[in-house]
């Protein structure tokens, strides 16, 4: 291998440990020496490929975001052109997709929380790209009030947000089909339309 190519290796094996390790026992209780025996380099390869564990959960988390974002726009374009169809094709992606792995959507909604001011900024931006997605997908429906599309937005993401946590963290975990029903309600309730 070129040494591109083995410090992309180690980016990614890094990765892939704290794919893992940073869910559970989650960003704080992880070591860079728990990551690196885990990932199997040593500690001096890491600050190869990363200046610290903030930085790599940055890595983790806008992975995590950019893929989610595209498999939502993606289900959002296919969906039938209707305010109902897109909502309801873009919220099941968004939710199947999250939870699909426990680690991704503990990373997301959990640990970007836990993490401190480590994530601000990474979270604000793909806050404002899934509001920005949200408002595309709404921008050709009349809302039903003269609210501030944006912030409609921003509240049924926070509210989605939440109904995510919900799902990782209660002894009794809601539905799959119920948490979309839920979601589906509030956004069309948000938007004016139900």
Not at 29 to 47: P, V
């Amino acid at each position: 291998m070129s040494a591109e190519q083995r410090l992309a290796d180690r980016r990614e094996r890094l990765m892939t440990a704290a794919y893992t390790l940073y869910a559970k026992p989650g960003f704080t209780a992880t070591t860079i020496e728990r990551l690196c025996s885990e990932a199997r380099i040593s500690n001096r390869a890491f600050y190869e490929c990363f200046g610290g564990r903030e930085e790599l959960l940055q890595a983790l988390h806008e992975r995590c975001v950019e893929e989610s974002l595209s498999v939502v726009a993606k289900a959002v374009a296919e969906a039938p052109q209707t305010l109902d169809g897109r909502v309801k094709a873009g919220i099941r992606a968004y939710i199947e997709f999250t939870t699909a792995d426990w680690r991704r959507a503990r990373i997301m909604h959990v640990e970007v929380r836990r993490s401190g001011d480590v994530l601000t900024l990474s979270r604000q931006r793909a806050v404002a790209s899934f509001a920005r997605l949200v408002e595309e997908a709404s921008a050709d429906f009349p809302l039903g009030s003269d609210l501030n599309r944006r912030l409609v937005a921003l509240g049924v993401i926070g509210a989605l947000q939440e109904l995510l946590i919900e799902w990782l963290l209660a002894d009794d975990q809601p539905d799959i089909d119920e948490l979309v029903a839920v979601a589906v309600h509030i956004f069309n309730r948000s938007l004016g339309t139900a």
